[in-house]
């Protein structure tokens, strides 16, 4: 009698687990499936067949990285030391590196798809939709902080953050995506120091002018 109460708690227990990660499946499908359908909409196609496609596209590449990060935990990657800053890997650290170990063959199949079915300047709206506009707004505080920046500074920069936002799109997380515009961010950043600017000196003034001002307008 206990044999069988005990196959059938397992028997239970499992039909259980596999109708939550159905269910969890389809919940994730749905929300990709409706961030697709809004980014792709913002385009405004006026074709329907090539709407479908670059959904399509743009609907497998975010299931994949989903998958990806899903079934590959920061566990997988040891516990170690980070060689550039000599700090211990952080769990984001770790979630990256795993992440980014995915087939490039996710990332290739994503661009060579969109640039096949849009022009250079709506694949860049897709792009920009995955990173909630990082590119222009990051590009837009660089222009606050240096106020006399050069136009061969501004080009330099502008490269820079496409190619973190061309990056980022691989990683599921909004930390990830942060983290990826960080690492350029850095690079801008000594890049202008290289370029003769000091970054401390600017960043510190354009600070202490923010705070000015959001004290000024809090007294109002």
Known sequence: MKKLL???????????????????TDSTNLTLKKKVTEWVSSLNLSDADKEQRVQLIVFTHLKAIT???????????????NPRTGDKLSTLD???????????????????????????????LILDK????????????????????????????????????????????????????????TKNEQYLIGNGR?????YKAFSVAAKAKKAAETKK
């Open 130 to 185: 995955y990173t909630v506009g990082k590119v222009a707004f990051t590009l837009n505080g660089y222009k606050s902080i240096v106020t006399d920046l050069t136009a061969e500074e501004e080009k330099v920069i502008l490269a820079n953050l496409k190619k973190a936002r061309e990056i980022a799109v691989d990683y599921k997380s909004m930390n990830q995506i942060s983290a990826i515009f960080d690492i350029y961010k």
């Open 6 to 24: 005990v196959a059938f708690l397992i028997m239970t227990f499992t039909i259980t687990s596999i109708q939550s990660q159905t269910t969890n």
């Open 94 to 124: 770790r979630q990256m590196i795993i992440d980014s170990s995915q087939p490039a063959s996710v990332h290739q199949n994503l661009m060579d798809g969109l640039r096949m079915e849009l022009t250079e300047e709506q694949v860049e």
């Open 67 to 81: 998958d990806w990060h899903n079934t590959h935990s920061y566990t997988l990657v040891p516990e170690g030391m």
């Open 198 to 202: 000091n970054w401390r000196a600017l």
